[in-house]
C-alpha cells in the first residue's frame, strides 16, 4: 500500500504550485491568490494526490485526486489544516466548498451556514455558532412596520456615511446598523464603531451592531479587503447577501440601504448583486446617491488620502464633527501614523 507524505507547499515552491494548480484544476477548483498556509500529500514519487490551504480562519482549495479518492486523504488534510489553524489561536473555523462536497465536510465536523446552488457552500466548525450569532441578534429586534438595514464599514465614518444614515431614519420605524467588525481596516474596528455612534447619536431609532465573522468578514467575503477578480468577487457577494438574508429574517428586516460608489470596483459589484439578489427575495434595496463636497462624492478613500498627505485641515469638510476632532487629538496619533504608513489607502 502506497505511503503519503504531507509537506507545506510554500508560495516560492514553483513545482508544487504547478502541481497544485494542475490538480486544483482537475477538480475544477480554481486556486485562491489570496493564502496564507498551504499543504500537500505526495505518493512516494512526489506526486501530489490531495491539497488544502488556509487564509486566516477558513479552509479552502482543497481537493483530492479523482484517482485517490475514498483513501480518506482529505481526512488528513483537513485535520492537519484544523491543528495548524488551532494552534495559531483561530477556534472558530470556516470552510468554502463545492456543493457536492457538502456532506463529506458535514461528517468531519462541519455544519452549513449559506449556499449559492450550484456554486459554493459555506460552512463553520461550530454547530450552533450562526443560530447563537441570529438568536443574539433576535433579542436587539423592535416592532415596526418598515424595518432597515445599512451595512457600512466606515474607515472612517464620514458625512456620507451620516447622510445616509439620516435617510434610512427618516424613511424607516427602525435602522439596525451593523458596522464591519473585520480589524484589518486602517481605522480600527473600537474607534470605527465608536464615531459611527457619535456621529449618528442624534438619531433615535438606530440599533447599533458589529457584524463579527457573518457579514462582510475575511470569511464571508474577503474580496472587500483583498484585490481579486470581478468573478471572484461576485462569488463572495452572492454568499455574502445569502447570508445577511437569514439576518434579515432574524431581525424583520425589509429594506436595506447602501451608498452609491462612484469609486470601488469591489463595492459597485456588490451593490449591483445585492440590488438583484435582495429585491428577489422580497427586500428593497435602496442605492442612495453619495452626498457631495461640491461636485465630488464624499469617500472615506479621500478622507484617509487627505489624511496620509498631512491634509488633516481639509478633512473637516468631509466629516461629521466628532470625526474631525477625533483625528485632531493625541489619541489618533498612531491611527493617522498607520494611515500614513501605508501603501495604498484607496478602496480598489
Keep these: 500500500?502506497?505511503?503519503?507524505?504531507?509537506?507545506?507547499?510554500?508560495?516560492?515552491?514553483?513545482r508544487n504550485i504547478r502541481l497544485?494548480?494542475?490538480?486544483?484544476?482537475k477538480e475544477g477548483i480554481e486556486r485562491d491568490k489570496n493564502l496564507?498556509?498551504?499543504v500537500g500529500l505526495f505518493d512516494d514519487d512526489y506526486n501530489l494526490v490531495a491539497t488544502g490551504s488556509c487564509f486566516k480562519n477558513t479552509l479552502r482549495c482543497m481537493a483530492v485526486d479523482s484517482n485517490h479518492q475514498g483513501e480518506g486523504l482529505l481526512n488528513q488534510v483537513v485535520t492537519h489544516l484544523t491543528t495548524y489553524q488551532y494552534e495559531h489561536g483561530n477556534l472558530e473555523l470556516f470552510l468554502y466548498t463545492k456543493c457536492n462536497s457538502a456532506k463529506f465536510f458535514h461528517d468531519l465536523g462541519f455544519y452549513e451556514i449559506a449556499r449559492v446552488d450550484g456554486k459554493v457552500v459555506f460552512m463553520e466548525n461550530r454547530r450552533t455558532g450562526f443560530s447563537n450569532y441570529l438568536g443574539n441578534l433576535k433579542k436587539e429586534s423592535r416592532p415596526g412596520e418598515k424595518v432597515a438595514a445599512v451595512v457600512m464599514n466606515a474607515n472612517p465614518?464620514?458625512?456620507g456615511h451620516q447622510y445616509l444614515l439620516e435617510k434610512a431614519s427618516r424613511e424607516n420605524d427602525v435602522v439596525h446598523v451593523f458596522v464591519v467588525s473585520e480589524d484589518v481596516s486602517l481605522v480600527p474596528f473600537s474607534v470605527r464603531y465608536d464615531l459611527v455612534k457619535?456621529?449618528?447619536?442624534h438619531l433615535n431609532n438606530l440599533v447599533y451592531h458589529a457584524t463579527g465573522s457573518y457579514i462582510i468578514s475575511n470569511a464571508t467575503f474577503p474580496s472587500y479587503f483583498l484585490k481579486d477578480s470581478d468573478v471572484v468577487i461576485e462569488s463572495h457577494a452572492r454568499l455574502d447577501i445569502q447570508v445577511f438574508q437569514r439576518i434579515a429574517d432574524a431581525l424583520g428586516i425589509n429594506q436595506r440601504y447602501v451608498g452609491e460608489e462612484p469609486f470601488s470596483q469591489v463595492t459597485g459589484i456588490y451593490n449591483k448583486i445585492m440590488k438583484e439578489e435582495l429585491e428577489a427575495g422580497g427586500i428593497a434595496c435602496h442605492i442612495v446617491p453619495r452626498r457631495?463636497?461640491?461636485?465630488t462624492p464624499i469617500s472615506a478613500s479621500h478622507v484617509r488620502l487627505a489624511i496620509k498627505e498631512d491634509r488633516l485641515e481639509?478633512?473637516?469638510?468631509?466629516?461629521p464633527q466628532s470625526t474631525y476632532e477625533f483625528f485632531a487629538s493625541e489619541a489618533a496619533a498612531p491611527v493617522i501614523e498607520r494611515i500614513r504608513s501605508a501603501e495604498e489607502v484607496i478602496h480598489y
Excluded at 497544485?20 to 484544476?25: F, K, N, R, W
Excluded at 457619535?198 to 447619536?201: E, L, N, R, V
Excluded at 457631495?292 to 461636485?295: A, H, L, N, S, V
Design 157 to 159: 465614518f464620514t458625512l
Design 314 to 319: 481639509e478633512i473637516r469638510d468631509l466629516v
Design 36 to 38: 496564507d498556509y498551504s
Design 198 to 201: 457619535k456621529g449618528s447619536a
Design 1 to 14: 500500500m502506497c505511503e503519503y507524505s504531507l509537506s507545506q507547499i510554500r508560495p516560492t515552491d514553483k
Design 292 to 295: 457631495t463636497d461640491g461636485e
Design 20 to 25: 497544485m494548480d494542475a490538480l486544483l484544476e
